[in-house]
């Protein structure tokens, strides 16, 4: 007993952080269903065509889940019995088996995917063939969402061509197709621990006239990234809206149709390579990316223009919460320029920005690669069939326990006494996690209920100001809708700094480059990084909360005494050490005269110590202010 409430509370603590499957999948709309078969273990395929041959190293399986079943939809129809082939010929002649599951049933893995792993094997056919399935009544049947197919960083599986040995097909929810739509449960790959700052890009609202007359694609509405030079493509991925803002709820705004654009001009009159995206079912993606196969071509410019636009209330608009574009390996759109037809009068500090385009981040949280985020999920549904069996297995043993407890009050005395003193022994271990997951749980309530509640009073702000005929009332409710803005940015910048696991230090200038542009504001004002390149490294939790915020105490001193948002902002990155400053043109002031004037010089003096850094201020009337801020990226005490 004592090592399953070991165990038990182990797997508590690795879970913390853990991505999850989504809750509500309408998007997903199920996947592939084989026909009703007439025995167990009838063989039954399903085959894809990666159009060219590929070195295949992961495979993930998603199983169907049909929540409104309960836990009796999980897992439904996963075949308990398969192998996976990959060949260069069609007819899978000389293939090579990667996965083979043919020995002893599969434990239903329920909610989460089962990944293989394995040393690339080039092909360019994978057969999937279900050699023992579920029964159904007097029948039986195999399913699955969807089956991923991983080279490397490069989505294989996405698009590719599908044939079969039987099929039940009811579009949208089972057909062949929807077995590499990339539309499953798993959503988005993001990492949960870090929240994101940005929501993405939005374009403006349109009529249903303005729509109409839209017709050529000049007129259309678009996103598109400049990779700043011609780069090979091999795959894009577009990703909806995940804000709680009432225009674009739950991903609307993402485009009923729409084409992606590969030019070597900015006007895109040289189209070197153009695909038309699918129908969804629900007319947008739920939560889950749009991958586009490329076939390795050149290119600079990467568009995506609208077809057919999602409308709410008779108005149109468009927007995505990222826009990825890969070669090989790597997202090469991450923090390049992005341009569009139009953008929505929506502020940076409300989390919208066509920047936001190629930040990194969904509209909640940071995105990561794929591979690494199947390992995670994959990971996580171990853990839950564990925590299953210890459970199942516990109760078994208190069961037994009351059976001979119940022949001497004496033994159920030492039980309850013994449980007291493990109990008492279990606490202090217990409070250290559950510490960690009270910091987890205030981060996601701070940001999903609090943040909610943010973008409803600036909304309603807005309204309250367009429908307001007096000048007095329209300034009221204007100083409001700021007030909301600014208390939504510093709210996601609380919930960024209370994380316990490392920040990255690229995330970390990063992280920075976004408050420059939401507090200042300013088209000129730029961070300059020195040196350009530089090697990431962890930062601590006390180094980045108090050089963040002291960044911040910077940059609003600009806004709030300077007069004048034009400043000057560098990042110097040495071997030990992280420094900026902060330079202004403004008006100055006599830095001897500035105690309780709200310049902040106490409160950077105060950040500086506990992380045994410096700050230095200079200003005088008439001649502008610099600050330097510097700090070491480890400490010797502990403040």
Same mark, same amino acid.
């Given at each position: 007993?004592?090592?399953?409430?070991?165990?038990?509370? =182990?797997?508590?603590?690795?879970?913390?952080?853990?991505?999850?499957?989504?809750?509500?999948?309408?998007?997903?709309?199920?996947?592939?269903?084989?026909? $009703?078969? *007439?025995?167990?273990?009838?063989?039954?395929?399903?085959?894809? $065509?990666?159009?060219?041959?590929?070195?295949?190293? /992961?495979?993930?399986?998603?199983?169907?889940?049909?929540?409104?079943?309960?836990?009796?939809?999980?897992?439904?129809?996963?075949?308990?019995?398969?192998?996976?082939?990959?060949?260069?010929?069609?007819? +899978?002649? $000389?293939?090579?088996?990667?996965?083979?599951?043919?020995?002893?049933?599969?434990?239903?893995?329920?909610?989460?995917?089962?990944?293989?792993?394995?040393? *690339?094997?080039?092909?360019?056919?994978?057969?999937?063939?279900?050699?023992?399935?579920?029964?159904?009544?007097?029948?039986?049947?195999?399913?699955?969402?969807?089956?991923?197919?991983?080279?490397?960083?490069?989505?294989?599986?996405?698009?590719?061509?599908?044939?079969?040995?039987?099929?039940?097909?009811?579009?949208?929810?089972?057909?062949?197709?929807?077995?590499?739509?990339?539309?499953?449960?798993?959503? +988005?790959?993001?990492?949960?621990?870090?929240?994101?700052?940005?929501? @993405? %890009?939005?374009?403006?609202?349109?009529?249903?006239?303005?729509?109409?007359?839209?017709?050529?694609?000049?007129?259309?509405?678009?996103?598109?990234?400049?990779? @700043?030079?011609?780069?090979?493509?091999?795959?894009?991925?577009?990703?909806?809206?995940?804000?709680?803002?009432?225009?674009?709820?739950?991903?609307?705004?993402?485009?009923?149709?729409?084409?992606?654009?590969?030019?070597?001009?900015?006007?895109?009159?040289?189209?070197?390579?153009?695909? /038309?995206?699918?129908?969804?079912?629900?007319? %947008?993606?739920?939560?889950?990316?749009?991958?586009?196969?490329?076939?390795?071509?050149?290119?600079?410019?990467?568009?995506?223009?609208?077809?057919?636009?999602?409308?709410? &209330?008779?108005?149109?608009?468009?927007?995505?919460?990222?826009?990825?574009?890969?070669?090989?390996?790597?997202?090469?759109?991450?923090?390049? #320029?992005?341009?569009?037809?139009?953008?929505?009068?929506?502020?940076?500090?409300? @989390?919208?920005?066509?920047?936001?385009?190629? &930040?990194?981040?969904?509209?909640?949280?940071?995105?990561?690669?794929?591979?690494?985020?199947?390992?995670? +999920?994959?990971?996580?549904?171990?853990?839950? #069939?564990?925590?299953?069996?210890?459970?199942?297995?516990?109760?078994?043993?208190?069961?037994?326990?009351?059976?001979?407890?119940? !022949?001497?009050?004496?033994?159920?005395?030492?039980?309850?006494?013994?449980?007291?003193?493990?109990?008492?022994?279990?606490?202090?271990?217990?409070?250290?996690?559950?510490?960690?997951?009270?910091?987890?749980?205030?981060?996601? $309530?701070?940001?999903?209920?609090?943040?909610?509640?943010?973008?409803?009073?600036?909304?309603?702000?807005?309204?309250?100001?367009?429908?307001?005929?007096?000048?007095?009332?329209?300034?009221?409710?204007?100083?409001?809708?700021?007030? !909301?803005?600014?208390?939504?940015?510093?709210? #996601?910048?609380?919930?960024?700094?209370?994380?316990?696991?490392?920040?990255?230090?690229?995330?970390?200038?990063?992280?920075?480059?976004?408050?420059?542009?939401?507090?200042?504001?300013?088209?000129?004002?730029?961070?300059?990084?020195?040196?350009?390149?530089?090697?990431?490294?962890?930062?601590?939790?006390?180094?980045?909360?108090?050089?963040?915020?002291?960044?911040?105490?910077?940059?609003?001193?600009?806004? =709030?005494?300077?007069?004048?948002?034009?400043?000057?902002?560098?990042?110097?990155?040495?071997?030990?050490?992280?420094?900026?400053?902060?330079?202004?043109?403004?008006?100055?002031? &006599?830095?001897?005269?500035?105690?309780?004037?709200?310049?902040?010089?106490?409160?950077?003096? #105060?950040?500086?110590?506990?992380?045994?850094?410096?700050?230095?201020?200079?200003?005088?009337?008439?001649?502008?202010?610099?600050?330097?801020?510097?700090?070491?990226?480890?400490?010797? =005490?502990?403040?």
């Amino acid at each position: 007993m004592r090592r399953i409430d070991d165990r038990l509370e =182990k797997i508590a603590s690795d879970m913390i952080g853990l991505p999850a499957p989504m809750q509500h999948p309408w998007g997903s709309r199920y996947g592939h269903r084989s026909a $009703d078969l *007439p025995t167990e273990s009838t063989p039954d395929w399903l085959q894809m $065509d990666f159009g060219r041959t590929r070195d295949v190293q /992961m495979i993930a399986l998603m199983p169907v889940n049909l929540s409104y079943q309960g836990t009796e939809g999980a897992g439904y129809g996963f075949p308990k019995r398969f192998r996976i082939e990959i060949s260069d010929h069609a007819d +899978m002649r $000389d293939a090579t088996v990667v996965v083979d599951r043919g020995a002893e049933d599969v434990i239903n893995p329920g909610t989460h995917p089962l990944v293989y792993e394995f040393a *690339p094997v080039r092909g360019r056919y994978l057969r999937f063939t279900s050699t023992k399935h579920q029964r159904h009544q007097d029948l039986y049947f195999w399913a699955l969402e969807e089956l991923f197919v991983w080279e490397g960083n490069i989505m294989a599986s996405a698009g590719a061509l599908t044939s079969f040995s039987s099929n039940m097909d009811l579009y949208p929810q089972w057909a062949p197709v929807r077995i590499n739509d990339s539309q499953s449960t798993l959503g +988005m790959p993001v990492d949960v621990k870090s929240v994101s700052p940005s929501l @993405g %890009y939005l374009s403006a609202k349109s009529t249903r006239q303005e729509v109409e007359n839209a017709s050529l694609p000049s007129t259309k509405k678009w996103c598109a990234v400049d990779l @700043g030079e011609s780069t090979q493509i091999e795959e894009v991925r577009v990703l909806p809206l995940e804000s709680d803002a009432y225009e674009v709820t739950g991903g609307r705004g993402f485009p009923r149709q729409f084409q992606v654009q590969l030019a070597n001009d900015p006007e895109f009159l040289d189209v070197v390579w153009q695909a /038309m995206s699918g129908n969804f079912p629900l007319g %947008y993606p739920d939560g889950c990316p749009i991958h586009m196969t490329v076939p390795q071509i050149k290119a600079r410019y990467v568009r995506v223009l609208t077809v057919d636009l999602w409308s709410r &209330d008779d108005w149109y608009l468009f927007g995505l919460s990222e826009l990825q574009v890969y070669d090989s390996q790597r997202n090469v759109a991450l923090e390049k #320029r992005v341009f569009a037809k139009d953008v929505s009068d929506k502020k940076p500090q409300e @989390g919208w920005s066509p920047h936001y385009l190629v &930040d990194g981040f969904t509209s909640r949280y940071r995105l990561t690669e794929w591979p690494d985020y199947l390992r995670l +999920m994959d990971l996580r549904g171990r853990l839950v #069939r564990e925590t299953e069996a210890l459970k199942q297995k516990r109760a078994t043993i208190v069961s037994r326990g009351k059976n001979i407890i119940g !022949a001497s009050g004496v033994a159920l005395a030492i039980l309850i006494v013994g449980a007291w003193i493990w109990s008492t022994i279990r606490h202090r271990a217990m409070r250290r996690r559950d510490v960690e997951q009270l910091r987890q749980q205030i981060a996601r $309530d701070l940001h999903d209920d609090i943040g909610s509640n943010l973008g409803g009073i600036v909304l309603l702000s807005e309204i309250g100001s367009a429908q307001s005929r007096d000048e007095e009332s329209r300034a009221d409710f204007e100083a409001i809708r700021r007030a !909301a803005e600014e208390a939504s940015l510093s709210m #996601r910048d609380i919930i960024w700094l209370i994380q316990r696991e490392p920040v990255g230090l690229k995330e970390f200038v990063t992280r920075m480059r976004q408050s420059l542009r939401a507090i200042l504001n300013h088209p000129d004002v730029s961070l300059e990084v020195e040196p350009m390149a530089f090697p990431d490294r962890a930062l601590g939790l006390r180094f980045r909360r108090h050089v963040f915020l002291a960044f911040k105490e910077a940059l609003n001193n600009v806004r =709030k005494h300077a007069q004048t948002r034009l400043a000057r902002v560098r990042v110097e990155i040495e071997t030990d050490r992280l420094r900026f400053t902060v330079s202004d043109d403004g008006i100055g002031f &006599d830095p001897d005269k500035a105690v309780g004037t709200g310049h902040g010089l106490d409160n950077l003096k #105060r950040r500086a110590s506990r992380i045994e850094g410096s700050v230095r201020m200079e200003s005088a009337p008439g001649k502008g202010t610099r600050i330097t801020f510097e700090a070491p990226f480890t400490q010797k =005490k502990n403040t």
